[in-house]
T-cell receptor
């Protein structure tokens, strides 16, 4: 149980385009979903927290107009990187919270912006 | 906010030996401490967690200890195997309604056959 999927697993796009990443909890309803960014050989940095039906809470330094988060249902959250630039290239990972504090992670999306 | 420090950043052990990774946290209100294992290019996998009302928890070869007074917690892996090689992250959170996890910087464990 507690399976989280993420799509796509890899995406390459041109600078200036937008990219949407989906995060789904497959076998449970997630009260909260989280979006992280991970640079090579570094830790996970929380970008934002989203709850179904409400606006996401962004961490300091994360541009909410650039990283749009939509949490339309208890099983789906999306992250859209708008007007992507090479510095946005990274590994983006979502997680979903089943119980009060346990988080289960998706497989990640590797974004490369040319 | 919470600050989690993790040591060492790299650790090499011989197969069969034990490995210990230590973390400290700054927020005394933190009450949940999970450990994640991440293999290259893959998702972090929860391997064990501990809550602040427990001092030690064990699951086969893996154990976690928590010292709330000193604000530190440790991961112990006994009888290490090559498949234990990965990056391990500790994390801490407190109930704020958002369950935010604050991660340590990670430890790259290499088990030498």
């Amino acid at each position: 149980g507690a399976v989280v999927s993420q799509h796509p697993s890899r995406v390459i796009c041109k600078s200036g385009t937008s990219v949407k990443i989906e995060c789904r909890s497959l076998d449970f309803q997630a009260t909260t979903m989280f979006w992280y960014r991970q640079f090579p050989k570094q830790s996970l940095m929380l970008m934002a927290t989203s709850n179904e039906g409400s606006k996401a809470t962004y961490e300091q330094g994360v541009e909410k107009d650039k990283f749009l988060i939509n949490h339309a249902s208890l099983t789906l959250s999306t992250l859209t990187v708008t007007s992507a630039h090479p510095e946005d290239s990274s590994f983006y990972i979502c997680s979903a919270s089943l119980l009060q504090d346990t988080q289960y992670f998706g497989p990640g999306t590797r974004l490369t912006v040319l | 906010g919470e600050n989690v420090e993790q040591h060492p950043s790299t650790l090499s052990v011989q197969e069969g030996d034990s490995a210990v990774i230590k973390c400290t946290y700054s927020d005394s209100a933190s009450n949940y401490f999970p450990w994640y294992k991440q293999e290259l290019g893959k998702r972090p996998q929860l391997i064990i967690d501990i809550r602040s009302n427990v001092g030690e928890k064990k699951d086969q070869r893996i154990a976690v200890t928590l010292n709330k007074t000193a604000k530190h917690f440790s991961l112990h892996i006994t009888e290490t195997q090559p498949e234990d090689s990965a990056v391990y992250f500790c994390a801490a959170s407190r109930k704020t309604g958002a369950n935010n996890l604050f991660f340590g910087t990670g430890t790259r464990l290499t088990v030498i056959p």
